[in-house]
């Protein structure tokens, strides 16, 4: 039994050496044959050639727009109120939201039997000032009578008094006589001063007279003018809204029941921001009086009218920055806008000269742009940003003459090699005007203006399409290209860059 045990555990690790070395040899024969199936090692990698599609800058001028949004307010607006309390006894057929009122014309009509009668008062109490006017000059008149024969008794008792003074010194009259008329020489003056009392006191009273009619004639006044401001009408042509007048109604003194609008003095009022708004100062520093058009879409119509700035507000508003405009519409323009519209304002901005267009896509944030320079090799130039408008940019100093890359890939660098796949006639026509090489290939078919054309047959000219539809160029430089070689003549310099050195030297098919 010990022996057969033994046996066995000696062909069990015999077994397992036996597979641990059949597995050994399958590896080392599979390591082999990866090896051998190996490429062989590479060499030095080819340059890298970026694809880019170039244009030309072309030197301009450009009359920029500012872009703005705001709403439509009124220069011109009135809050009907009435000035005095009342009930409601007359009410304009305008008097609706929207409705239209010419000016002169009757809103609405206070019960005017108060003001009536308190105008009937004021013109007694006016008659009764002025009776007492007249009495009070007559009486004056009278006083100054009284006193002016005062002043005549004093003077004949002077006399008198001088006569008996007289006779005294010459031992003629009496003592008696004399001291009798100095007594009565006394007499009148003391009536004179009393007469002079009596004017003083009869002016007087003419003047407080006189007081009382100017006060009796201002109740007249205002009497008149709160029976006229139980009436209000319309002083302009315009549009009511908010109305909240019912006609009967008991209204309180100055409460709003509406206001008026005039359509013909609309305005724009946009905001911008305070770069936009330098944009639009002049070299005073002054706002200049440009040109706008303000938009308005209602639905499918879209609706526009020109306006022009004519002003900024006076505070900056809860924003604290920025700046607020005003845009005087045409007075026609009431006839589609309405105050509160929501419009979009194109302010027509100084013209920029000798400035350039281009994509968007061509600068990155600080201005630099790519150029292929005569080496087909990038390089970078710097640009100066005046417009961002959409998906394009006004520059300065732009590389005029230049072929730029139109859009500036993460990829590409100042050094690196291009090839143009895209660009315009004009960026070819301005290159080989410079004596810039122009890559060959597919990818630069355009042919400058003036160049000789070629009669094809249609088996030649289907020949050169389907090069082209075979071609790596961009979809819209192949459309272009296939839409040129519809017709049976194309330049020579196209037919000869599509077949290469194989171009027959002579037209025809």
Known sequence: MRFVMRSLTGLVLFALAAGLIANGVWRLSLARQEAAEAPAPRGPSAERVFAVEVAIPRRQDVAPTLTAYGEIVSARRLELRPALAGRLSELSPAFVDGGAVRAGELLFRLDPADAESALRRAEIALAETETDRLASIRTAELAEMDLEASEERVRLQQQALDRQRGLAERLVGSTAAVETAELNLAVARQTRIDAQQALSAARTASEMNATALRRARLELDDARRALADTEVRAPFDGLLSAPAAVLGRQVAANEKLGDLIDPTRLEAAVRVSNAEYARLLDDAGGLRELSAEVRLELGELDAAAPARLVRAAAATGEARTGRTLFLRLDAAAGDLFREGDFVAAQIREPVLEGVAV??????????????????????????????????????????????????????????????????????????????QPVPGG?????????????????????????????????????????????????????????????????SGG
Request: cysteine-free.
């Open 358 to 435: 281009i994509p968007a896509a061509a600068s990155d944030e600080d201005g630099r742009v790519l150029v292929v320079d005569a080496d087909d090799r990038l390089r970078e130039r710097q640009v100066r940003i005046l417009r961002r408008t959409g998906e394009t940019l006004t520059v300065a100093e732009a590389p005029f003459g230049e072929r730029m890359v139109t859009i500036r890939k993460p990829q590409l660098g100042a050094g690196a090699r291009a090839r143009i796949v895209a660009t315009g006639e004009e960026a070819l026509r301005a290159a080989e005007a410079a004596g």
């Open 442 to 506: 597919v990818s630069n078919l355009a042919a400058p203006s003036g160049e000789e054309m070629l009669l094809l047959s249609p088996e030649r000219a289907e020949a050169l399409r389907d090069r082209v539809r075979a071609s790596d160029l961009a979809p819209a430089e192949r459309d272009r290209l296939l839409d040129r070689l519809q017709t049976q003549r194309a330049p020579r310099g196209l037919v000869e860059r599509l077949e290469g050195e194989q171009a027959p030297a002579t």
